[in-house]
Structure formats: C-alpha cells, structure tokens
C-alpha cells in the first residue's frame, strides 16, 4: 500500500532547533530567580532518623527553606506513572522518617544559590538509629531478616513483613503432569542484572505560581498527566489547580515514567509562593530514580522428542529495591511479553514474587521485564534444541505463533482491566528468522566449529515479542484544528523523549488531511493545553496516540470536504483534497484551504474547523523480533567479541523507517551494554560503588560491537494500527543479552546463566569443561 507521507523518512520536526541549541530543556527556560533546590540524602541503607539539627543551615546567607519529614504532609503515594488506580503500591512518603536506602531522601533545601545550598546539604546534622540492611534479594524473604516497610499506614504491599511488595502466580493446564509425561525436560535459571538508563538528561524541573495562585510544574517527564495526579494526592491541591509541562526532554528510557523530581520543587514553592528549580546531579540519575530490576528466573521446558514443546514453567524472584515502583507490572511483563511466542503447549505456569531490599528504587526501563524473562525463557529453549540434536533456529520454527493464531497468556496476563482475548493479525516472526538467517550465514556456521587464531567462533539466536501500549488501559487523545492559512494545529497530549514521536503524530494527521508535514504544528504534552494522554511508555504512542491522531485528522477531513460542499452546492462526495485545496472531479470547482477557512470564520455561516478524538486500545498487537549474533571467544583469555549482531523486526508499516530503525539500532546498543559491562554495583553496606560515568561503562564509539550492527525492517502490516504501524521502541533490547550466551554455548560448549559476561568465570568454565584444571 503507497502512502504520499507516511512511510516516507521526514527529518524530525524538532531538529533545527537541537542542531541551533536552541533552550529548549527543563533547565534552559527555568526562571532566572527560581530557587535552588537540592536533597539531603541517607548515608545509611536502613536506618531510623531520631533528629535533624537544621538551625545552623537556617542562619546561612540565601538559605529560604529547609523541609524535612515534620514538615511535610504524611500522604502515601506511588511515584510510578501508570493508569490509575495504579498497579504499585503507595508505600513512599515525600519524606520519611525511616530511610530504606543509601541515598533516600532525609530533607530538601532551598536557597538563592547553588553555593549556599551546598553549604547548607554540610551544615545540617542527622543522628540516625541504624538498622540491620536487605541486601541480598534471593533471602529478603527468609525468616528473621529485617522488615524494610513496617509503617502502618502504606496500602496495597502484597506481605510488608516477608519484605514481598508483589506476588503473582497463573497457570493454563496441569504443569506438573504434562512435564513427567514429557520425553526430555530441560531446566535453567538465569540472572539479569540491576543496570542504569544513562538518558543524556538527568531529571529536572521548576515550578512557580501563575498569576491566579495555580501551581505550575514544568518537567522532564514521560507522564505529565499522571504527574499531575500525584501531585494533587500529596498536596491536597485539586487537580484543576496544578499544571504540568513537558518541554523537551533529553532522553527517558523509563526512568522518567514516574514523578520522581516534581515534587520536591511543588513543596518549596507552594511554601514560599517563589519560583523553585531542581537539576538532578548524574550520580542522583544512577541512585535516586529508578534502576532495571535484577531478577533471578527459573525455567522448565518439556517436549517431545521431536521437540514439540509441551509445557513451560518459569518460577521468578524481582528485586524492587526500597520501594514497589512498577513491582508488580515488570515481574508480569517478563511473562507476558515471552511465553505467547511459544503458544502450542499445552500447559504453562508463571509465578514468583518481587521483594523489597535496601537497594535503590527499580522500575520502568525500556522493555520492562521482558528482557530478563526472555534470558531465561529463550536460554533454556536453546539447551531444549542441542539436548534433542536439533538446529536452534528448527525448534523455534516448530513451536513458534504464527499470524492467525492466539495465546490464552493474552488474555490471562494481559495488562488490561478484564484481559483481552487476542488474535494475533500481523505476524512476520518467521519471516524475520529467514532474513537473519541469511544475513548472519547460519545455515553455514551453527553446526561447523570454526577457529582463528586461539579464538573459537559461534553462532546464536533468538525470538522476542512486545506490545503496543496496554489493551484496555493506555488511553490517547488529539485535537486539530484548521488555521486561516489551511495550516494545522495539532495538539496532542502524547510525550515526545527524543523518539521522533510529534514527528510520526504529524506524519499522520498530513497523511490523513492530504497535505505536507511542515503544515501541521504540533504542540504536545501540556495538561491545560492539550488532550489527556497517559503518556509514552509500554511503545504506546504511535499505536495508541496515532490512532487518536487519525481518528481526528478523518473528522476534520469530513467537515473541511463538507464546508466546500456547500460552497459549491454538489455532494460531498465529488470532493477531494488536492495539496491545500478541495477540487469537485465533477464541475472542476475549487477553493483553496485559506479562502475555505476566510469564508468558515468570517462569513455569515461561521463556524470553528476542529475536531477531537480518544482511542483506546482493545489489543495490544505484537511487534516480533528474531536476532542473531556470531561471536569469537578466546579460550586463552575469556574474552568475548562479537563479530556481528543482527536483529530484523516486523514492526508493522514503519511510519518514518528512519526514525524507526534509529529507536531499534538504540534499544540493541542499550541491550549489548548490559550484555558485555554494565550492571551497577554496591558494597556491603548498600553504597553503590560505580555510580559515575568514571566507573560505569557504557557502550561508545569504540566498543568493538558498535560497528558491527545490522538491523532490518520486514514488510508487514497491521489492520489495527494507524496505517499499519505497531511499536519499535523496545523489543530491539530484549534479545541481546540471550543471543550473544547462545552464541558463546555454539562456539565453546559453557552456557552462562547471567550478564554482565564475566571474562574470568568464562575462561574458568572452558578450562574445567577441557579438563585443564580440577
């Protein structure tokens, strides 16, 4: 299907402005006079707070306020951005008398200037009582271990005084009967490790009273709207009176999917009415906003010899870290987002329990929990194929869904009020496998042990899936309305975090309208201006807000073709847009937008060319993914280096290719870090020990892998979506990690169970697997 604008590779809308450096961030366009506003934090993981000496900090030049626990509402909230009522549990204070990890907030400072506040964060004396710390997540439930939340007033904590902020458990069939009538089960348990979103911006926002006493907070964040919500909860301000701005944002990955700096300037300002800034340092981004959880899965697979799978087990354990941000949602999306993949067993059970520890706040981060079920699930089908004899790629092939076909898991675990019974209508998984098939040469290599040097080479693979918002839940809406010179007001209340998505959302409305990008402006994600929206998270926004955006464009497109209808008194249906006019194909009459509009807004019959619509998803269609990688393992050393990766997606009509090629290149980046270096680390007291850019290796240009990337697109398209399209933005980062282990099992025989790869523990494994050492 040809389109004139979608499809098309438009250049951002935003980019003059970034290429000028033009001050477009939270931090550019704070008030000159705003107040600096910095956090004191614990030095203690778990401790009690007995008193907190502020009156000399009071006495510094340029100190206005200092808050601290006793002055501050009690009011338990979430800081997730989620529908509401909101899956996680309110079990965070803006301020606390206990703290639960180092660097938990103990009070907030305002002042005239950075120096004095610094000052002021020395000055104050804390006398903690200090508790015994959870730091291991495999025992935070044992017997006797510390209780990390025994305030009696935190709601919806699963069992506060086992330390298990969520629990779930499903199942379809009878699991354990199908597995002992299995004729090869095969079990592992896999590790994904504690890692940190690195977006370029750090938290930031400002606040200040308009000129009626409203509260306006202008914020980094992914979720405005949410945003607002929490805010009215903790200041018991109505909602009418608060409004939120998301300027342009530096990247979020997740970690912005929360209000995590916004309220801390509400407070300073609604106490001194004056204009307050807060900047979030990069060592606060590591520590103070949200990590990916750490989660430890276990996995049982039994099939026949044939390697028909026939039942999945997978039993997890999450650490949520101090507080239940997006516990419960993460844990199921690591079963949600991979068990449909293998949809013809016959039986299936998911469960495990996501636990509090003295560790910083977990929570949204870009794939969400499938990339540490996907380890596990698609680790444990690769040793199913070479204990069976079979090719990796056959077994997948085999047992995979196809276009056409469901899975009860939708519906069962579907994060949608009432779950949703999904067929899958656009699946092009095996065309995705023929494709990196090819690129990668697998047919050739899988099975031919290849050498150069002292280096062994191996060849690995896997499939994913994700969504494309939350059936039922994730919720959009768009205004346009037409200008006097037949240009186009877009207003929408979906965030743009760098991905390009008010460039998509136009590419849209101009393909719906029929006329050019650069006559639609858009102006997004400003809870007083713009439509409700519940944000860009779950690769909601082009399935979901684009859908809202189309359904608008179509009602405007029918009131512009019926406006010159009359005009020139014949059927609607003779009209269509040419470029930015209306031409009848019967009498050739014509008008152009500007004199439609000149006529609709100050003639006799006057009257506003606008519409607004809302879309709700009723499915979730799956984008699919299969990757594969070669790499070379130096069984002298341990090191590992990948030769080539390569992922191909069906991602349903790409609606800018460019844009949606740059969001899968990036997602693998991010998935290949966590593969090879990152994973962010503490000591034995709960400080984190490479909290910096010095200590925590991120990939750059001179990483061997960077270069060695290959990503494609399938033909595919999606009769739900708004000209075929579904999500791209995460699934490319959730098969790194499990592609490059299989690979390493093809060239050397070890199967590592975690990432970060460990050199040494690999080289170790290889020498006790040859027998070189005892």
């Not at 809308?13 to 477009?24: A, F, R």
């Not at 087990?313 to 293998?342: N, R």
Request: with cysteine; aromatic share 8%.
């Amino acid at each position: 299907m040809e389109f004139s604008v979608v499809g098309k590779p438009v250049k951002k809308i935003d980019s003059m402005g970034m290429i000028l450096g033009e001050p477009v961030y939270a931090d550019d366009i704070a008030p000159s006079d705003a107040l600096v506003v910095k956090i004191l934090r614990s030095s203690y993981a778990h401790a009690v707070i007995k008193h907190i000496e502020k009156e000399k900090a009071l006495k510094i030049p340029g100190i206005k306020l200092i808050l601290t626990h006793e002055d501050v509402p009690r009011i338990p909230f979430t800081r997730a951005g989620q529908g509401y009522p909101e899956p996680s549990p309110y079990d965070t204070f803006l301020l606390d008398k206990k703290v639960r990890y180092v660097g938990d907030a103990v009070a907030i400072i305002a002042g005239e200037t950075e120096e004095a506040v610094d000052e002021a964060l020395r000055t104050i004396e804390v006398e903690y009582e200090p508790l015994e710390p959870v730091l291991d997540f495999e025992h935070a439930m044992d017997e006797g271990m510390p209780v990390i939340h025994d305030e009696p007033d935190i709601k919806g904590v699963y069992n506060p005084l086992r330390n298990i902020a969520a629990h779930y458990e499903m199942n379809v069939g009878d699991v354990e009967e199908i597995l002992k009538d299995c004729e090869v089960v095969v079990e592992g348990t896999y590790y994904y490790p504690r890692s940190q979103h690195m977006m370029m911006e750090p938290h930031a926002a400002f606040s200040y009273l308009d000129g009626n006493g409203r509260l306006v907070v202008v914020s980094s964040t992914q979720v405005p709207f949410h945003t607002r919500r929490i805010l009215s909860r903790i200041f018991s301000v109505s909602i009418g009176n608060i409004r939120v701005i998301k300027p342009r944002i530096g990247g979020g990955f997740g970690a912005k999917q929360a209000m995590i700096v916004d309220a801390y300037v509400a407070a300073v300002t609604l106490k001194t009415g004056r204009p307050a800034k807060i900047v979030y340092t990069r060592e606060e981004a590591f520590v103070n906003t949200y990590t990916r959880h750490l989660m430890r899965f276990t996995v049982r697979v039994g099939a026949d010899k044939s390697g028909r799978i026939r039942a999945i087990d997978m039993e997890g354990l999450s650490d949520t870290g101090a507080y239940g941000d997006h516990a419960l949602t993460t844990f199921m999306v690591a079963g949600s987002k991979t068990l449909p993949l293998y949809n013809k067993v016959e039986a299936v059970r998911f469960s495990g329990d996501v636990v509090y520890t003295n560790h910083p706040c977990a929570g949204a981060f870009r794939g969400y929990g499938a990339p540490q079920g996907l380890l596990a699930l698609e680790s444990v089908v690769d040793q199913l194929a070479y204990k069976l004899g079979m090719d990796p790629v056959e077994i997948r092939r085999m047992n995979a869904i196809r276009e056409g076909e469901s899975s009860p898991i939708f519906k069962i675990m579907g994060e949608g009020r009432e779950g949703v019974e999904q067929v899958v209508e656009s699946c092009k998984l095996h065309e995705c496998i023929e494709k990196g098939m090819e690129i990668i040469g697998w047919s050739q290599k899988w099975n031919k042990k290849r050498w150069e040097g002292s280096k062994v080479l191996g060849v690995g693979m896997s499939i994913a899936m994700q969504g494309s918002g939350i059936a039922k839940i994730d919720m959009a809406s768009a205004t346009i309305k037409m200008n006097d010179d037949g240009s186009f007001n877009l207003l929408v209340g979906a965030t743009d975090l760098g991905t390009g998505s008010d460039t998509v959302l136009a590419q849209i409305a101009a393909e719906t309208l029929g006329v050019d990008v650069k006559d639609i402006i858009v102006y997004s994600s400003d809870t007083d201006m713009t439509p409700f929206d519940t944000g860009a998270y779950a690769s909601s926004t082009t399935y979901v807000s684009g859908n809202a955006v189309k359904k608008a464009a179509e009602e405007v497109k029918l009131q512009i073709l019926q406006a010159a209808a009359e005009i020139f008194g014949e059927p609607a249906d003779n009209l269509k847009i040419e470029g930015k006019k209306v031409v009848s194909t019967k009498s050739r009459k014509s008008v152009s937008f500007a004199d439609l509009c000149t006529t609709l807004y100050y003639g006799s019959d006057q009257r506003q060319i606008a519409a607004t619509a809302s879309f709700v998803g009723e499915v979730s269609p799956p984008p699919f993914m299969a990757s594969f990688a070669e790499v070379a393992v130096d069984t002298e050393t341990g090191e590992v280096e990948l030769k080539k990766f390569v992922s191909v997606v069906d991602a349903g009509k790409a609606l800018n290719p460019e844009l949606a090629l740059g969001q899968l290149y990036g997602a693998t980046v991010q998935g290949l870090g966590a593969t090879f270096n990152e994973e962010l680390k503490f000591d034995t007291k709960g400080r984190p020990t490479n909290a910096s850019l010095f200590t925590y290796k991120i990939p750059t240009r001179g990483d061997h892998y960077i270069s060695r990337l290959e990503c494609h697109l399938v033909d595919s398209y999606e009769p739900t979506g708004p000209y075929g399209a579904k999500s791209i933005a995460e699934i490319g980062i959730d098969t790194p990690a499990v592609t490059v282990l299989n690979a390493i099992y093809n060239a050397v025989g070890v199967r590592l169970n975690k990432v970060p790869i460990d050199n040494e523990k690999l080289l170790k494994a290889i020498e006790e697997k040859e027998g070189k050492i005892n």
